[in-house]
């Protein structure tokens, strides 16, 4: 078929598209453009079926690009990419009424919620065959959102565990750990997947019920140090499992009455590992961080213990990621520290308190923008670091507000490096107003 042809046929459809703007359908005018279209469109059609494709901005007969010199052809382009639409296929059938649907279709106002394909059918023509673009950025962010939501149900089903263990210790004391196990399973196999996912889920934090997520993101940050320093995953259950049982002696306290707050802030090691010496397995890493987890690195701590006591690694991991899950939480008095505030208060704290090489390990493992910090970006948007980036200093960032302070619709995650951007500052999200794990 002769280039000629196709030719007329845009030509044609762009002027059947303008007169169903200008005129009536019952108008000479517009009737003669659509006889013409359907002419040109059976023309088309004489060999077989005919399609027409659209991309970026030119128009291609099957693999031949078409001269786009010919009226209407920059018009036809720029409408069938308005309403998404790839490539249209006339089938030989095709009829008047088919292509008039087609032109009033493309005359309609692109929305998103316009499928042409859909609108198309719905109005009986049937031997035009529409195929959309494929628009990668929303299909890349609904399986974001998806699996985002698979993830917070993984944590609420790690809270119902801990809050039915918590009650069954308090009312018999037998602490069956065979479910946390599995839930921190879960947990550890989305780790190794994506680190940053599970980074983004330890900033959850609870109005209510604030041990359990304390216990939950503190198993995360405990994982987090501990994958990096490359224990194996059977190692990495159990110091999971460890982690998640660590304050597990507050159960016998009531912290709402501040007369047992002291008490319990003591004694929850000591009963917390009596409650783990319970455990039938043989496992007795979790009684053991219980016990030892609020012991400082200079011999400071308690409970109290001889010179020269060594603590287990695990107990000092769960250490630091006790640390920095209470620095960053905001408290009753509503203070909380921003994440990159906190991994410089960890280092400070290795003087004294934290054992630090792993602490080394573990604010290495977060980056200078840890998952979780709001940032202000070179050209005044606002997003949230929501992964680490090509370097250190060029982290994925989720937008929350645009460059004029709107907040944004939708979200869009950028690669700062990519896009050149630079990070300004970082922002404390309660001058936002803004709930960092909303957004995460
Ligand atoms: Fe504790
Ligand atoms: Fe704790």
Do not use: W
């Amino acid at each position: 078929m002769e280039e000629r042809v196709a030719l007329e046929m845009i030509t044609a459809l762009s002027a059947a598209r303008k007169a169903t703007h200008l005129y009536p359908p019952a108008h000479p005018k517009y009737q003669q453009a659509v006889a013409e279209l359907t002419a040109a469109v059976h023309e088309c059609v004489l060999e077989g079926p005919f399609t027409l494709n659209v991309h970026l901005g030119r128009l291609y007969q099957d693999s031949r690009v078409l001269s786009s010199e010919v009226s209407g052809s920059h018009a036809i382009a720029e409408a069938l990419e308005a309403h998404r639409v790839e490539s249209i296929t006339f089938e030989p059938d095709v009829s008047e009424h088919d292509a008039i649907t087609l032109v009033e279709v493309l005359a309609m106002r692109p929305t998103p919620s316009l499928d042409v394909a859909e609108e198309l059918e719905r109005r009986g023509a049937t031997a035009i065959v529409v195929a959309a673009i494929v628009d990668e950025e929303a299909e890349e962010a609904e399986e974001r959102d998806r699996i985002r939501e698979q993830d917070r149900a993984l944590y609420k089903r790690l809270l119902g565990v801990l809050r039915t263990l918590t009650a069954r210790i308090q009312q018999t004391g037998d602490p069956n750990v065979g479910e946390a196990g599995m839930v921190v399973e879960g947990i550890l196999a989305r780790l190794m997947d994506d680190s940053a996912a599970v980074l983004g889920l330890a900033t959850m934090n609870g109005q209510s019920e604030t041990n359990l997520f304390h216990s939950i993101n503190t198993m995360i940050y405990a994982l987090i140090v501990g994958n990096e320093l490359g224990i194996p995953e059977e190692g990495l259950t159990s110091l999971g499992v460890a982690a998640l049982l660590h304050d597990i002696g507050k159960v016998a306290f009531d912290t709402t009455d501040p007369a047992q707050v002291e008490q319990a802030r003591y004694l929850h090691p000591k009963i917390g590992a009596d409650i783990l010496s319970r455990l039938p397995e043989q496992d007795r890493t979790p009684m053991l961080v219980a016990y030892e987890h609020h012991m400082a690195a200079d011999g400071s701590g308690y409970p109290e213990r001889e010179a020269g006591y060594v603590t287990h690694p695990y107990s000092r991991m769960v250490a630091i990621a006790d640390r920095y899950d209470r620095l960053t939480t905001v408290k009753p008095e509503g203070f909380a520290m921003t994440p990159d505030q906190a991994v410089i208060q960890l280092l400070r704290d290795t003087a004294s308190l934290l054992d630090q090489t792993l602490t080394r390990l573990f604010v290495k493992s977060l980056g200078v923008f840890p998952v979780g910090c709001v940032v202000r970006l070179t050209d005044h948007s606002v997003g949230v670091v929501c992964a680490r980036g090509a370097d250190s200093l060029h982290p994925r960032v989720r937008l929350m507000y645009d460059a004029d302070g709107l907040l944004l619709e939708s979200e869009r995650e950028i690669e700062t490096a990519e896009a050149e951007i630079g990070i300004v500052e970082i922002v404390d999200p309660e001058s936002l107003a803004v709930t960092v794990s909303d957004h995460l």
